[in-house]
């Protein structure tokens, strides 16, 4: 695949997992070691990551994504242009179980308080090896999605997992499987000349 399709191919798959083939340790080993070439500050590297192949904790981390997911949706009415984004963000919780691998991306330390900066920093050290996975996994035909929901149950996830609370913080959650056919296209997006400023902010 060319860089170019596979920065503008790479989204949140969601329909297109397939949740009946298996995903095998080593191919998500090789995506883990380009994972960790991603910058962080001051070259900290400070992710830590947990595959989670075991169907019973699967089935667990899944119980506690689908409570976080409704507490999400409760009380929203979505726009008509929203209605397919959240159809296909259901139908991934509700068979979150079923996907053969779950990689919990962690940081090490608990978030440092309400101070932007370090709380820019603490995230941003993470984030770009998130990408840096997701642009390797779509590369080797298998999918993935950035997800959150199960952090309304962080410290319940950690338990379950024995992962030290106090000590490491839940970042994202990736459903991982091989892709379904279908057509890889850029998503829909506003032109970045619409959204770009030079040299002062213009409302």
Not at 96 to 118: I, K, N, Q, S
Not at 140 to 150: D, E, I, Q, V, W
Request: contains cysteine; charged residues 25%.
């Amino acid at each position: 695949m060319r860089v170019t399709d596979l920065l503008t191919t790479t989204r949140s798959f969601r329909r297109r997992l397939d949740l009946s083939r298996p995903v095998h340790r080593e191919e998500v080993q090789d995506c883990l070691d380009i994972a960790v070439c991603a910058p962080s500050g001051s070259n900290r590297q400070p992710w830590r990551f947990l595959v989670v192949q075991d169907p019973q904790r699967r089935r667990g981390i899944a119980q506690y994504y689908r409570k976080g997911f409704e507490q999400n949706m409760s009380g929203r009415t979505p726009r008509p242009d929203q209605l397919a984004d959240l159809a296909s963000a259901r139908h991934l919780a509700e068979h979150l179980h079923e996907v053969p691998v779950l990689v919990l991306v962690c940081a090490m330390g608990r978030p440092p308080g309400t101070d932007e900066r370090m709380l820019a920093s603490f995230y941003g050290s993470v984030y770009p090896a998130v990408w840096n996975l997701q642009l390797a996994l779509h590369a080797r035909g298998l999918g993935s999605c950035l997800t959150t929901a199960h952090l309304a149950y962080e410290r319940e996830v950690a338990g379950l997992l024995g992962l030290p609370f106090d000590q490491v913080t839940q970042v994202a959650l990736l459903p991982v499987a091989r892709l379904r056919p279908g057509r890889d296209t850029a998503p829909p997006r506003r032109p970045a000349a619409e959204v770009t400023m030079w040299d002062r902010w213009e409302s």
